[in-house]
């Protein structure tokens, strides 16, 4: 089975300067965290409030599936973090 995203929540984390989402292969749920400095190469005008990081978000989220997609099928652990070289 391939990776799907059948649950569209995501959750910024100022902690971790990113935003978290989770998609799933068969069974497993697999998390993922996009940092703010992926979404800043997506978006280069955007600040880091929350607003405005989870607009980058939603307005770019194929764009972040894909990615998404490409590292997890390079490594098909249950957690990655994609970065602005992921994009």
Not at 29 to 36: I, L, M, P, R, Y
Not at 37 to 50: I, Q, R, V, Y
Not at 58 to 73: K, L, V
Request: hydrophobic share 40%; glycine share 6%; charged share 25%.
């Amino acid at each position: 089975m391939s990776l799907n995203f059948p649950n569209s929540i995501r959750r910024f984390d100022a902690g971790r300067a990113c935003v978290s989402f989770w998609g799933s292969d068969a069974s497993l749920e697999v998390s993922f965290q996009v940092d703010f400095a992926a979404l800043h190469k997506l978006s280069p005008n955007a600040g880091d409030a929350e607003a405005a990081v989870l607009d980058v978000f939603d307005r770019n989220r194929d764009t972040i599936y894909q990615a998404a997609r490409s590292a997890y099928s390079r490594h098909r652990g249950g957690y990655h973090r994609l970065t602005a070289e992921s994009f």
